[in-house]
């Protein structure tokens, strides 16, 4: 196993998460999985909570006990197409319920988990879940992988740490609302622009009792282009990325070498 390949096929999978519904929300993702299987995807990103959806605070909880089954499931697929799978899941813990960013790798091994740290109050996410309290990169077969879940793209000291501890992706599980893609589009490009990084994020379609999502999964490159982008659509798509571009790119001007840390002080 190449633990830092220079090259991988990264893809993203964006359908509408049916609220409460798992077996439908299941079956989207292992048909987009087997899709993108056939397309050579070493790594696919999943939308946030794509199990259930933001149910109300006791669906979510009863729903957390189908985790561990799901989890073997996408064992399987990612088994079965050598291929790392990453998105997030109801996960429970003792009397806490977090919303974990999951990462299985293409031997079926869980290579990581990320409790999202910044929950979204302004739709009491902080009421249905407790808050993790750890960045993480993950070791996989494709390198290391920072993990993000979808409010935490508004808090740039999250990223910078995933890119600081060696992350050369990031990859972002969301829930963004059509009322606020510009935000989405606009930070997403300049969590990469800053730190010189790819990312890798998706997004969910359809609607949620007064909310409407309209996608636009997106892959970025390390200085802002988008590379891939899938719109108002249930679908998925795959691109190639070098890896050796951020090295190109920070030699030109390196952003986390010309830090200052030390003025950034109140």
Known sequence: MTKNPSTIIAGILQFDVKTGDIDANLTSVINGINRLGEKEAQITVLPELWSCGFDKPGGVNAHSGKTPQIIKTLSTLAKKHRMIIAGSLPEKSGDRLY?????????????????????????????????????????TSSGPIGLMLCYDLRFPELCRSLALAGARMVVVSAQWPESRIHHWNTLLAARAIENQI??????????????????????ISPDGKVLACIIDQTAETTVQINFKEIETIRNRFDCLKERVPAAYKP
């Open 99 to 139: 919303n974990t960013m999951m990462v299985i790798d293409k031997d079926g091994a869980i290579a990581g988990q990320y409790r999202k740290v910044h929950l979204f109050s302004f739709i009491g996410e902080d009421k249905a879940f407790s808050a993790g309290n750890q960045a993480v990169v993950c070791d």
């Open 198 to 219: 790819f990312i890798a994020a998706s997004n969910r379609v359809g609607k949620d009792v007064d909310l409407t999502f309209n996608g636009h999964s997106q892959i």
